[in-house]
């Protein structure tokens, strides 16, 4: 009851903050939604001309969503959730969910799953050396695919049967398919999930938050580049965390500079104009976790399918990488420390 | 709100090109406001439409900072760029009262949006209005399609990096443009090597050839490469006119020669 009672809540605040995000929006007629669990959903005179007002007046908005509670009971078994995040496109979220996992997953005695809910975009498959895989279905659900016996990724690029197909969806149908993702794969028992998620803040965002609503979820990682072009869209990124109450774990910056490997001068192919993740976390109270360089050997091995990390061990960005990795695994630690201890407690 | 938009903003603009990827942060809101900036240059009268809800780059790359948008009988106004009026701009960047407010929107109320967008901007004479998109395949570039359909849509242009991590996603944006009807003008490679400003080294930072190789592989035209350009950049920051202030760079001569291109294959179709 205390667990649906917090699912409402959350359904209902979201609802309201898009709302109040339309309203903030000069020009344009707030909806003045009545709210998709109140009395009078869909049957409210601003509710006219609105997609969704069949749905409210029948009823069903009130109702939970079934598969909520289904995604705790079946994520249970997963002690870590972290949310890879940008807001900007192109800032290296795939590159670094993929590195996350194969850092973690390089302690044999850890077991670890990467998702990618970016559906119109599945990188996740190349980067990890997994392209052309298929899913296979078992009585216990989809099966994921694994790159190594403790590695496990699910992507919609497996569920395509070539790399020219296009994933042609609106938000709904993506919705769904997250939804299949988080229920019926059969991730075992995981002491990792990282959720590689598309840029933006819209359906896909909404929807793993909203689907994980009845699990716990570590935080959140926020990449971004150094330039306010990028930033700006982050800000956005963290303010959809703050709003929709998941923790941030920290940021970090990618592309943070060029070494020449000529002549070893450095150059800022994406300037920091505003004082970059570091003057945005000064501002905004996050951690910087790092700041790791270009290096063309990070493209590559995305572009071959091999972790950067075992090809070029010894470069600054591989150790800036492990540095990182180390203070997420720091942060998972103490956050199921603090979460036994709440348990003991009560 | 889902009614057929009545495209009347659209009326006399001659030609109208989406700007594509597939894959996110390629560079399309760069190439976007570039390609622009090179046929203002050009003498021509253009427009943008930014329809990337989520996270509209090009007020901040144009410098227009927040004005308040006004409406007059025709529709909403689109901000302009400058005295003469020779680049117009509509962007949901501009009707925001926080900037670092998110949009945080589901499908169909940003489908809604972009009905308003397109269908209410009184655009009045454009010679070219590019559309700059987000990355995907998704309920945005579907919406921009189905209320675009009573105005002609000349095509697309893709714009990639070299990497295969990249092209891997434009595929798909190529055969989303295929099943919607949308002609393929062409592919653009962003981000195509970096020269170092100290010893000249070409580095491929984000591998190479990915660009032309999509291109053949996809029987669609190669435009041009623009290189990975600190200046660029830092333009782009600063909301300053590249095409001005760097016009004998070999960064402005690409993107000057895959306008003209762009130009041409607009007149002839």
């Known amino acids: 009851m205390r667990q649906n009672v917090s699912f409402f809540k959350k359904v209902k605040f979201m609802w309201t903050y898009m709302c109040k995000t339309l309203e903030s929006i000069r020009g344009f007629v707030c909806c003045n939604c009545p709210g998709t669990t109140s009395e009078q959903a869909g049957k409210s005179a601003s509710c006219q001309g609105c997609p969704n007002q069949k749905l409210c007046a029948s009823g069903a908005t009130k109702a939970p969503d079934p598969a909520i509670a289904e995604i705790g009971a079946k994520l249970a078994t997963v002690k870590h959730k972290i949310l890879v995040l940008s807001g900007k496109g192109g800032v290296g979220k795939s590159t670094f969910s993929a590195h996350l996992a194969h850092a973690l997953a390089s302690d044999n005695t850890k077991e670890v799953a990467l998702l990618d809910v970016d559906i119109c975009g599945p990188s996740i498959p190349r980067i990890m050396g997994l392209e052309g895989e298929q899913v296979h279905q078992s009585g216990s659900g989809w099966s994921p695919v694994y790159v190594d016996d403790n590695l496990a990724v699910m992507s919609i690029g497996f569920l395509l049967s070539s790399p020219d197909d296009a994933v042609i969806w609106r938000g709904p149908k993506k919705n769904g398919i997250i939804k299949q993702f988080l229920r019926d794969v059969d991730w075992g028992e995981l002491d990792y999930l990282i959720v590689d998620t598309p840029p933006g803040t819209s359906d896909e965002h909404l929807s793993i938050v909203q689907y994980l609503s009845s699990t716990h979820v570590d935080g959140a990682i926020i990449i971004t580049t150094p330039q306010e072009v990028s930033l700006q869209d982050v800000r956005k990124e963290i303010r959809f965390c703050h709003k929709v109450k998941l923790p941030i774990i920290g940021v970090v910056e990618n592309m943070s500079g060029f070494v020449c490997p000529k002549c070893k001068t450095t150059s800022q192919i994406f300037p920091p104009t505003s004082g970059g993740a570091e003057q945005m976390c000064a501002d905004l109270n996050l951690p910087l976790l790092g700041k790791v360089p270009l290096d063309p050997r990070i493209a590559q091995s995305c572009d071959e399918g091999k972790s950067f990390l075992s090809e070029v061990p010894d470069s600054p960005a591989a150790k800036v990488y492990q540095n990182i990795v180390q203070s997420i695994q720091d942060y998972c630690s103490n956050s199921l420390t603090e979460e036994q201890s709440t348990t003991l407690k009560h | ?269």
């Open chain 2, 1 to 269: 709100m889902f009614q057929k938009a009545d495209a009347s903003g659209l009326a006399q603009v001659r030609h109208v090109v989406l700007v594509l990827s597939g894959k996110g942060g390629v560079g399309k809101s760069t190439i976007t406001t570039e390609l622009a900036l090179a046929l203002r240059h050009a003498g021509k009268k253009v427009g943008i439409l930014d329809v990337d809800l989520c996270g509209p780059s090009i007020p901040r790359m144009l410098s227009v900072g927040r004005p308040d948008v006004h409406q007059c009988d025709s529709g909403w106004v689109p901000v302009y760029t400058d005295a003469q009026k020779s680049l117009a701009l509509m962007s949901i960047g501009f009707l925001m009262e926080d900037p670092d407010e998110a949009v945080v929107w589901r499908g169909p109320k940003k489908t809604a949006l972009i009905a308003q967008f397109v269908s209410d901007v009184a655009w009045g004479e454009l010679d070219v209005l590019l559309v700059d998109t987000p990355p995907g395949t998704s309920d945005e570039h579907l919406a921009v399609l189905e209320n675009l359909k009573k105005h002609r849509v000349d095509g697309a242009v893709l714009v990639t990096t070299p990497q295969a991590v990249s092209t891997g996603d434009v595929r798909r944006e190529i055969t989303f443009c295929k099943k919607t009807g949308v002609r393929i003008l062409g592919i653009i490679e962003n981000m195509s090597g970096f020269v170092c400003p100290h010893c000249s080294e070409c580095s491929n930072i984000f591998s190479r050839g990915g660009g032309e190789e999509l291109a053949k592989l996809t029987g669609s035209e190669f435009l041009g490469s623009v290189p990975l350009d600190p200046q660029l950049s830092r333009c782009i920051e600063e909301g300053e006119d590249f095409t001005q202030l760097f016009s004998e760079s070999t960064t402005f001569s690409a993107i000057s020669s895959i306008s003209q291109t762009l130009l041409s294959s607009l007149q002839t179709a």
